[in-house]
């Protein structure tokens, strides 16, 4: 018969290492974010702090087309992505693809603006008050333009060009008033 396990003996070695199912599900999980790093431009992937030999092997795996190859290097980049921390890397892909609360913030900030903007001609002096880091001219520019397309109804590119260039300005502005934690 088996002696019933003593305290000192679950203490000992019971909790020291999380079990199999929980390190494949930790693997599985690093595999997914490795195969969105693959999902990524190459202007947003440079944007995301990486290891050079993770972020080759990013690079890799999206010109790979054979479905069993492309299988293989995300194993691969799992692997790869053991080695790092991937909690700095899940932000700043939440920060790109828009997942995070304030990119959402961000964004619905700039569409208000950029219809009052539209709208009304004395949000402008009430934005380059908020917010001085505006090219003016520019600014003009593409107000005007985008309200010629609106009001003839056509493709709103002028109006996209305005909301980036808002979206920049803006997410700028909030990377500049955060405080830095030392």
């Known amino acids: 018969m088996n002696p019933e396990p003593t305290d000192d003996d679950v203490a000992a070695g019971g909790d020291e290492r999380p079990s199999k199912t929980q390190r494949k599900k930790e693997m599985t999980a690093l595999q997914v974010l490795g195969t969105k790093l693959v999902g990524l431009n190459a202007a947003q992937l440079q944007q995301i702090d990486l290891p050079e030999r993770l972020r080759e092997a990013i690079v890799a795996a999206q010109k ?12 691969f980049i799992g692997k ?9 890397i899940e932000r700043a892909l939440d ?11 961000l964004m619905h900030r700039c569409e208000r603006w950029r219809e009052r903007l539209l709208d009304d001609d004395a949000a402008l002096t009430e934005l380059l008050q908020a917010h001085p880091g505006f090219d003016v001219q520019a ?4 107000i ?15 109006g996209r060009e305005l909301y980036r260039l808002l979206h920049d300005t803006l997410r700028d502005d909030a990377a500049h008033a955060a405080p830095s934690n030392p």
């Open 139 to 142: 600014l003009r520019a593409l």
């Open 95 to 105: 920060d790109l693809t828009g997942d995070s609360r304030a990119s959402v913030a």
């Open 64 to 75: 790979i087309t054979a479905h069993e190859g492309r299988r293989r290097q995300i194993q």
């Open 144 to 158: 005007r333009s985008a309200r010629r397309e609106r009001d003839k109804q056509l493709a709103p590119r002028h």
């Open 80 to 88: 790869l992505m053991r080695q790092v921390e991937p909690e700095p």
